[in-house]
């Protein structure tokens, strides 16, 4: 759930993508499948297979826009929230449901 700095591109369901996350449980999936369609973007998921001691799916999920950088997009605050406010890393990491402009200020 954290942000990574790193840009990767890889094949995510047989199309090249912009990696944003890998690994993630369904409820993320869902979280930021419906932030970026919001955002205009297209959003690529695939299952990531399972080991056999895991009871949880994960998967991987990424956008066709391969210049798409989530670390670059969460603090220019160029991505919005369906209210319209921009999203900050605390709203990104699912912290909070609401988007802080002075985010650095949250207690923890």
Same mark, same amino acid.
């Not at 826009?65 to 605050?77: Q, R, S």
């Given at each position: 759930?954290?942000?990574?700095?790193?840009?990767?591109? +890889?094949?995510?369901?047989?199309?090249?993508?912009?990696?944003? +996350?890998?690994?993630?449980?369904?409820?993320?999936?869902?979280?930021?499948?419906? *932030? *970026?369609?919001?955002?205009?973007?297209?959003?690529?998921?695939?299952?990531?297979?399972?080991?056999?001691?895991?009871?949880?799916?994960?998967?991987?999920?990424?956008?066709?826009?391969?210049?798409?950088?989530?670390?670059?997009?969460?603090?220019?605050?160029?991505?919005?929230?369906?209210?319209?406010?921009?999203?900050?890393?605390?709203?990104?990491?699912?912290?909070?449901?609401?988007?802080?402009? +002075?985010?650095?200020?949250?207690?923890?």
């Amino acid at each position: 759930m954290v942000l990574k700095a790193k840009h990767i591109v +890889e094949e995510i369901g047989g199309q090249r993508c912009t990696v944003v +996350e890998k690994g993630v449980e369904k409820k993320r999936v869902d979280f930021l499948k419906k *932030l *970026l369609q919001h955002n205009q973007f297209e959003v690529v998921v695939e299952e990531v297979a399972q080991t056999e001691d895991s009871t949880v799916q994960l998967y991987n999920i990424g956008v066709t826009d391969l210049v798409f950088n989530p670390v670059i997009a969460v603090y220019e605050m160029s991505l919005k929230t369906e209210k319209g406010e921009a999203v900050t890393a605390p709203y990104w990491n699912q912290e909070t449901t609401e988007s802080v402009k +002075e985010y650095w200020l949250m207690a923890k």
